[in-house]
């Protein structure tokens, strides 16, 4: 407050603070996230297939890698959709289907998946028919 000639205070920062808090209170409130990401990973398993999503738009799939044990080259990175935007608190149900020459080894791990905000994944791993790998 300050005094004036007159000798009355004035509290002008008193109603500047009363008009700013005002106006923060008169501001919408935040929006609350309605999308998140949904990423499908296939584990380096050695083998082929493919992992989709339902509702649609997750359709990934590793290519089987001929034989690790002959070759310095990595296996091959996953293609197609492999992370896709659901709407929060969708049920996401996952298939697993492998390529001929291949098998399910574990997963989809976790599935279904509620979407939730924040980190939202499922998993799978392929492995050759002939056992070159195993879960855990």
């Known amino acids: ?7 009355v205070r ?6 500047t603070a009363l008009a700013t ?24 398993g050695w ?7 339902q509702p649609a738009g997750i359709n990934c799939h590793q290519e089987a890698f001929e034989d690790p044990y002959t070759s310095s080259d990595p296996q091959p990175y996953p293609t197609g959709t ?10 996401v149900t996952f298939t ?3 390529d001929t020459g291949s098998n399910i080894n574990d997963g989809p791990t976790p599935n279904p998946v509620t979407v939730r905000t924040g980190y939202n ?5 392929f492995c ?9």
């Not at 106006?23 to 584990?43: D, E, F, K």
């Not at 994944?121 to 791993?125: A, H, K, R």
């Open 82 to 91: 492999c992370t896709a935007s659901f709407e929060v608190g969708t049920t």
């Open 128 to 136: 050759p028919i002939d056992g070159l790998c195993s879960a855990g």
């Open 10 to 15: 004035r509290a002008t920062g008193v109603v």
């Open 96 to 98: 697993a289907t492998p």
């Open 1 to 7: 407050m300050r005094k004036n000639r007159t000798g």
């Open 21 to 44: 808090a005002a106006a923060i209170a008169s501001i919408a409130p935040a929006q609350a996230q309605t999308t998140a990401q949904l990423s499908a990973y296939v584990s380096d």
């Open 121 to 125: 994944y499922t998993w799978v791993m």
């Open 47 to 53: 083998g082929g297939g493919t992992i989709t999503s």
